[in-house]
């Protein structure tokens, strides 16, 4: 028996196999729940969940002559809870410009049969066969996001429609995910081992590749809003601005992160002044003709009012700019509390999910904002 970590667990395996070994239990620590993975082992190799990892050190403690077998049950599907978030997942809040919540979303990147460049085994060859292995990481849940704007542009080209900004893209992918697991239940942490993810977890869920081909509403951001953003950022120091930028544009204009057209948002909630707003465009990419009308999720301690709670398209690419006001409800929850909800526009065919959320932290502290699908942050 072995615990997961410091090297990689083929060589613990190797290790245990050239000692004469039979079989090898991989066991997780707490802060990897139940994300297991699943190598390709040079002997036979279990993982367990820290759950079983506490009964199998209990039974061995309580055994004076401790027994145990590997046997291959075949692969199982319709496993519950799915999907889950993996334990190694990026989580947030970002340490500069908070109120730009991320991650956007997530994406399968979990024991992913994948092509492999090399054999697999315990003799490879090392030659570029026709080999396949299990992966996870980003290496694998990119694929699966860059696979979905393939099929969007795909699709926009043989429609002979607009292509989107990749931007417009980003939104279609933000605001159209599974917004609960296959039984209807909030995405399960494994980090956390009991706790349903949250939205500096999670982001806005998983991506949902059918969903996205077909948004309904899409945001846009210009690259002359990314500028003034910067310039709000580095307090309109063109130097710094041009760090990023490349080039010798000045600061004409600054904006914070929760004034960007982003698919999600995020605001500072103060006791006093105890309101802010702020605007979003949306563009229509759905059909010629539909309405849409707004429910929305509030952030505990918060009231959210809007400019118009309907929207009312008469043809394609029009745009709709409408005002969010955020104020304070009630007795204010102190520093560092983080809430969370949701903006939604809904038609007879499209539902369209902006995330909001919100937490409290010292105002003066310009790295610290709230994240939103909708999102506050109190301080």
Known sequence: MCETGDIENIKKGDVVRNAGG???????????GNTTSSDAHHLSVAYVSYKDTIQLKDY????????????????????????????FSSRSPAKYNGNIMKPDVTAPGVNILSTWPVE???????LKTKTFNFASGTSMASPHVSGIVALIMSKLKYENKRQWSILEIQSALV????????????????????????ILQRG?????????MDPGLVYNIELDDYVANLCGMFSNNNTEV???????????????????????????????PASTTISRTVTNVGDASEIYNATFIEPPFVKMYLSQYQFSFSRLDQQITYDITFTMNGSHPGSGVIGQGELSWVSSKHNVIERIQSEKKDCYNPAHRIWCWLCCLYY
Request: aromatic share 10%.
């Open 22 to 32: 039979a079989g090898m239990i991989i066991m997780n620590f707490d802060k990897y």
């Open 60 to 87: 061995i403690m309580s055994n004076s002559t401790p027994t145990a077998k590997i046997t291959f049950g075949g692969t199982i599907f319709d496993i519950h809870p799915s999907p889950t978030l993996a334990s």
């Open 120 to 126: 697999v085994g315990l003799f490879p060859s090392h």
């Open 175 to 198: 605001t159209t995910i599974n917004t609960f697991d296959l039984d209807g239940r909030p995405i399960f942490d494994e980090a956390t081992f009991n706790d349903s993810a949250n």
């Open 204 to 212: 806005a869920r998983q991506v949902n590749a059918t969903n996205a």
């Open 242 to 272: 041009q760090r990023f930028t490349k080039n010798n544009k000045q600061c004409t204009r600054s904006i914070s992160g929760e004034q960007l057209n982003y698919p999600s948002i995020g605001i500072l909630m103060a006791s006093s």
